[in-house]
């Protein structure tokens, strides 16, 4: 991430506090944008890059550098989403968005010892829980990009129309097809107090290897999908149907070493399960839960996607 103590940034520009203070908004545009925490940091620091390529006349004939910048940025994600979808073709097995800790998990450290600037924190909101973070997965990228800009950040589908290249009257339709899309899949909420409850019984039916109660907890036509990308083993396809995932978990509770233990974490702003091996995680779990049954899990074992997990070695104990 580009600091103003890098070489090329003037300590005396006035205007530097501010320029760096959109951080954490970009950060989080892109974040919702991409569902990769490595790729909106990527695209935040080449958003960087872009305003300290200009010279200072130009950056000050700029009447508004947040919108600036917030243009920028937004424009690089949709074209990294219409790349995304080529690579994601040549992915082993399901791809599944990266997964946030909460802040006080992302930000107790990296491996590198560095701390990680509040500025680059992720808000946890309805926005970035996993099942919203996938739906949004199957829209086009003007769909995603025109929703994202209108609907969670509230900009005016003529702002929205200037940064994707089309008319307002053409993104209030991408963001009014991507709402029905959300609306269609979103299950019924439930306290979150609640959902922790659920989350808590299914792993202590888990570590018990208690199958029945692993049963009693899922929702029966309910959906596990594992993301190794071809880097640590995982199931290749859904795994459907309550009994089949719980034969699942008691197989991996059987083949799991001994010093594996089982983590009640914050997920995406929600209750979740990690799985640590000596300080490292491993495996991230996210679960939608709807009519107090668990309906979807999301297994994220890409350790490429697991650094801001593993960075902080997280050795609070449950």
């Not at 320029?19 to 974040?31: F, S």
């Not at 097995?93 to 909460?102: A, F, I, K, S, T």
Request: glycine share 6%; hydrophobic share 40%; charged share 25%.
């Amino acid at each position: 991430m580009i600091t103003p103590s890098e070489p090329g940034h003037d300590r005396s520009d006035p205007g530097l506090s501010a320029i760096m203070g959109e951080r954490r908004q970009l950060l989080n545009l892109a974040y919702r944008l991409l569902g990769s925490l490595a790729e909106a940091e990527d695209a935040v620091q080449e958003t960087y890059a872009r305003w300290y390529a200009m010279s200072r006349r130009q950056q000050e004939a700029i009447a508004s550098p947040g919108a600036w910048l917030t243009t920028v940025a937004s424009r690089i994600c949709l074209d990294l989403l219409g790349s995304a979808r080529v690579r994601r073709e040549r992915y082993v097995g399901p791809w599944v968005p990266e997964p946030l800790p909460d802040h006080t998990e992302w930000i107790s450290g990296r491996s590198d010892g560095a701390t990680v600037d509040p500025a680059d924190r992720v808000t946890l909101d309805e926005s970035v829980n996993m099942a919203f973070l996938v739906v949004l997965e199957a829209m086009t990228p003007a769909e995603r990009v025109a929703f994202i800009l209108h609907d969670v950040f509230r900009y005016s589908f003529p702002e929205v129309a200037e940064i994707v290249g089309r008319t307002p009257a053409a993104c209030r339709q991408l963001a009014s097809s991507a709402r029905r899309r959300i609306h269609a899949s979103q299950a019924r909420a439930i306290p979150a107090t609640r959902q922790a409850d659920i989350v808590r019984d299914f792993k202590r039916a888990w570590e018990a290897k208690d199958i029945d109660a692993l049963i009693a907890l899922l929702d029966p036509d309910a959906t596990t999908i594992a993301d190794g990308g071809g880097l640590a083993s995982a199931a290749l396809h859904p795994i459907e149907g309550a009994a089949r995932i719980a034969r699942h978990c008691l197989d991996i509770a059987g083949r799991a070493p001994d010093d594996v233990t089982i983590l009640e974490r914050t997920v995406n702003g929600r209750p979740g399960l990690v799985f640590q091996q000596e300080g490292v995680t491993v495996t991230v779990y996210a679960f939608e839960i709807a009519d107090d049954r668990i309906k979807h899990i999301w297994a994220v074992r890409n350790p490429d996607k697991l650094r801001p997990w593993t960075a902080g070695r997280d050795r609070r104990e449950t």
